[in-house]
């Protein structure tokens, strides 16, 4: 056990190890500075010149919004269409079938919005050409959104006076060019290296050690699997996704794919704070994160590695901890860290089953996805933080008598009530689709085609109820992962998680990028001894209380009656 928390400690050493210079390197390029990426300039020039983009124009928040939206929307239209006829179109050596409508919409949605939400099994529910023209692609421009919108709070936060806040197209492009594409080939060669699957051929078949003939889907896995990671999209190319021995075959490739999840939102944490020149700032909003993620982490490794104490009345040795669902190559350890990082940064991507977690454990990662605000996905993440700050600010200012101020900016009832809206939506989508789930399972007719609501659970009770709670906290924080107990793949589930997937992904963007426009537009007052400081630590544990009270009092009776009441059924 000593070896498996050490191993997990590694794992973050090198994680910081790698976002620190990363967001060093990503503010340097932003300035404008000489960086390690100025080579990709000439194909990003080509790129410009292709698309007849003007890479000097600038533009303002609104116009930023209206070309992330409506690119957004080509790509969906794009992805449905070919989801829908993969089963007649090339790259389909193992004939898989078309997706239907239904499905098709929660696929497209969910890749487009980065969750990776998967009501289908990956090898047997996608061709080669929608895993990698639909899939891939989608996990590749939809970091690529997030991160291209948090360079514009960026630019707001810094710039004084302004209403021109850079460029959509190239923030976007840059993004894929100089952090996406280069760190994706480097994960995909090692991935490679270490066994796990390159090639377009089809299934191959071998003779398992107890005389079966097995059929093992392959694929061209390892590009896929990089970029899911560190766009931190989640899904898998294989059903079982990353305790599949190819998809993740060793100690090494754990490691690698852990690290992966992270560096990108750590990195651009310390980003904010060598493009403001603030980076006491950046490390306040770290410490906050960090904090966070260490009260969630703590109790599920505690859980996890003490087992199960209804197993231990009967006198079943547990000598590794609770490993139902778990892998012998991993151990409960590291799968209790990679769940609580796959639940805080938006990944979703498991190498354990959470359906078998403890209670407890459960309970931690449904936080996770109900703060939001740890980490986070790629770019999202920091959105996210972004509103309980502004909430903080202008809590702390009426607590002291003085107009709430962040970083010269006065935050004013326009911004406030943005930033509320945004901090309602969370638990609204999450605790109305669970309570209208739960209403159809126990009285809509078991026989409708569509709905089926017997067939949803093979758990009643609490375990049932956290279930179908997790399934629309995964969709509303762009999570993308579940407790597989849950029969999802139906006409309810595709749309109305479907749905939410939109609604949850794109409201959070407008939001704070709309607060960031009125504040860049706003009169920048110099700070003076009276001036609310936002760098200190005693701000951060503010932040830290108002995240902890809006997910305490919004989801604390949702968790009572799944996990919590699960826990005490144990004893």
């Not at 390197?25 to 990709?40: H, N, P, V």
């Not at 107890?210 to 560190?230: F, Y």
């Not at 609580?340 to 990944?347: G, R």
Request: net charge neutral; with cysteine.
């Amino acid at each position: 056990m000593n070896k498996e928390i050490l191993g997990v400690l590694l794992t973050y050493g090198l994680s910081l190890l790698v976002a620190l210079p990363l967001g060093a390197a990503i503010a340097r390029w932003l300035k404008g500075e000489k960086s390690i990426w100025d080579f990709m300039a000439p194909l990003e020039q080509f790129i410009y010149k292709s698309c007849g983009i003007n890479p000097a124009a600038q533009m303002t928040w609104k116009e930023h919004l209206r070309a992330l939206l409506s690119i957004n929307l080509i790509w969906f239209i794009y992805a449905f269409i070919l989801l829908v006829s993969q089963g007649s179109l090339f790259f389909n050596p193992d004939g898989n079938p078309s997706q239907s409508p239904d499905l098709a919409f929660n696929t497209a949605i969910s890749f487009l919005v980065n969750c990776n939400l998967q009501h289908y099994s990956g090898e047997t529910g996608l061709t080669y050409l929608t895993q990698v023209f639909v899939i891939s692609f989608l996990q590749f421009v939809s970091a690529a959104t997030g991160i291209a919108a948090v360079f514009v709070l960026f630019k707001a936060l810094r710039d004084k006076v302004t209403d021109q806040l850079g460029n959509f197209w190239v923030f976007f492009t840059q993004s894929i060019t100089r952090i996406l594409l280069p760190i994706s080939l480097v994960i995909a060669t090692l991935l490679a290296f270490n066994g796990t699957p390159t090639s377009f051929k089809g299934k191959d078949q071998y003779i398992s050690l107890q005389g079966d003939t097995v059929q093992v889907s392959r694929g061209p896995a390892a590009a896929m699997i990089a970029i899911k990671h560190l766009g931190t999209n989640g899904g898998g190319w294989f059903g079982a996704n990353s305790t599949h021995p190819l998809e993740n075959p060793n100690y090494r490739t754990n490691m690698v794919e852990l690290i992966a999840q992270v560096i990108i939102p750590i990195a651009l944490v310390f980003a904010l704070g060598y493009y403001l020149n603030r980076r006491k700032f950046s490390q306040v909003i770290f410490a906050v994160m960090t904090l966070g993620f260490l009260c969630l982490l703590i109790p599920t490794m505690i859980a996890e590695t003490g087992g199960n104490p209804a197993l231990e009345k009967t006198g079943i040795l547990q000598t590794g901890g609770a490993m139902e669902g778990k892998e012998l190559r991993f151990g409960a350890a590291n799968s209790a860290y990679w769940s609580i990082v796959t639940t805080i940064i938006s990944t979703g991507s498991v190498n354990s089953m959470h359906d078998s977690s403890m209670p407890v454990s459960n309970a931690m990662q449904l936080l996770g996805m109900m703060t939001n605000a740890f980490y986070g996905g790629c770019g999202v993440g920091l959105l996210n933080f972004f509103i309980y700050l502004v909430i903080a600010v202008f809590i702390s200012g009426l607590m002291v008598g003085r107009t709430p101020e962040l970083l010269g900016r006065k935050i004013e009832a326009r911004e406030m009530k943005i930033a509320a809206l945004i901090a309602i939506l969370h638990p609204l989508l999450i605790l109305a689709g669970t309570a209208l789930s739960s209403y159809i399972f126990v009285h809509y007719p078991a026989n409708n085609w569509a709905i089926k609501p017997v067939s949803w659970l093979n758990n009643p009770g609490p375990h049932g109820f956290s279930e179908m709670l997790y399934e629309y906290t995964s969709a509303s924080a762009n999570n993308g992962s579940g407790l597989e107990g849950l029969g999802d793949n139906n006409v309810f589930w595709n749309i109305s998680t479907g749905l939410v997937l939109l609604i949850s992904r794109f409201l959070p963007i407008i939001g704070p990028l709309a607060i960031a426009g009125l504040l860049a537009n706003k009169k920048y007052i110099p700070e003076t001894a009276g001036t609310l400081r936002s760098d200190s630590y005693t701000f951060g544990i503010m932040i830290f209380a108002v995240i902890l009270i809006i997910s305490a009092l919004a989801f604390f009776p949702a968790l009572t009656l799944g996990p919590f009441a699960e826990y005490f059924s144990l004893y």
